[in-house]
């Protein structure tokens, strides 16, 4: 999101609802980007909830915005709000899943709530033609409103060398071999699988082990690698504003998220950017299957 309005630059006014609360990506926003934020009061519930959904109609038409953007399966009420009588233009993304759905493990009553929501006149983009297939073949959408767009990035800016600085500030030396890589600490990352293939390594290569990126798995991600006695040679960096400044250090880049078909999680899915990323660096790229 943050890419995206800084490539559209001051010609147009953004609105940004963070389910979680947590808008610390806006100091990522060039000072041209008009940008206002709103906490918008919303119940768990197990499915959708009409408390929710008329809150959400009320601030569309407060707001009034000429396009409506939504992201997966934690926007649908938002994409149900502005369902029925839209009061503007909507597009939905999907890329992916949690560890509760796949490709192959559709929940049925999320299946049912796609095929009627997104079966009205919003347009729906997605990153991978096995998304493609499942939106118009599973989910039943119409073909002339679902878009397959693959992800992109600018590859000169990871092309760039790493920014010395940094380095010193996270502790990377870069005199020994250093694996790393870039992704949400979430349970679908699989980072424990990366973390055992680590300290399973021959222990007199004494490489590093540099995670980028922020999660509720952090904890536990922790805690394994002190299980396992490598806690002294794995650097959990947090989420970094810019990890292309980072990535020309790796030796090594490692994607492990669970992507084997048998695993039924939700990387069979995506176009995984951060292995796209990787290509523009001198570092060899080690992926499961994704």
């Not at 009588?85 to 490709?103: L, N, T």
Request: proline letters at 5%.
């Amino acid at each position: 999101m943050v890419e995206l309005a800084n490539n559209l630059g001051g010609g147009f006014r953004h609105t940004v609802v963070a389910l979680d609360g947590d808008f610390s990506s806006s100091q990522r926003l060039v000072p041209q980007v008009s940008c206002d934020f709103r906490q918008v009061a919303a119940r768990k519930s197990r499915g959708a909830s009409l408390r929710n959904i008329l809150a959400i109609r009320r601030v569309l038409s407060e707001i009034r915005p000429d396009l409506l953007l939504t992201y997966n399966w934690g926007t649908i009420e938002w994409v149900i709000g502005n369902r029925w009588k839209a009061i503007c233009p909507q597009i939905h993304f999907e890329d992916g899943f949690g560890s509760d759905e796949s490709v192959d493990r559709q929940l049925v009553r999320r299946v049912l709530a796609r095929r009627i929501v997104l079966s009205g006149k919003t347009i729906v983009v997605v990153p991978s033609q096995t998304l493609y297939r499942l939106a118009t073949e599973g989910w039943r959408l119409e073909r002339h409103l679902v878009r397959y767009v693959p992800n992109g990035i600018v590859t000169n800016r990871f092309a760039a060398p790493p920014d010395a600085s940094l380095l010193a500030g996270l502790g990377l030396r870069g005199d020994r071999p250093t694996i790393g890589t870039v992704a949400a600490l979430r349970r679908e990352k699989n980072l424990t699988r990366l973390i055992r293939c680590f300290a399973a390594l021959p222990p007199d290569l004494k490489p590093i082990l540099m995670i980028i990126g922020e999660g509720p798995e952090r904890t536990t991600l922790e805690t394994l690698a002190r299980d396992l006695a490598v806690a002294d040679r794995v650097i959990f960096a947090g989420a970094l504003p810019a990890p292309a400044a980072i990535l020309g250090a790796f030796d090594v880049f490692a994607l492990s998220s669970a992507g084997c078909r048998s695993s039924q999680r939700m990387s069979a899915t995506l176009r995984p950017s951060s292995r796209r990323r990787t290509r523009t660096t001198s570092c060899i790229a080690m992926t499961s299957r994704v």
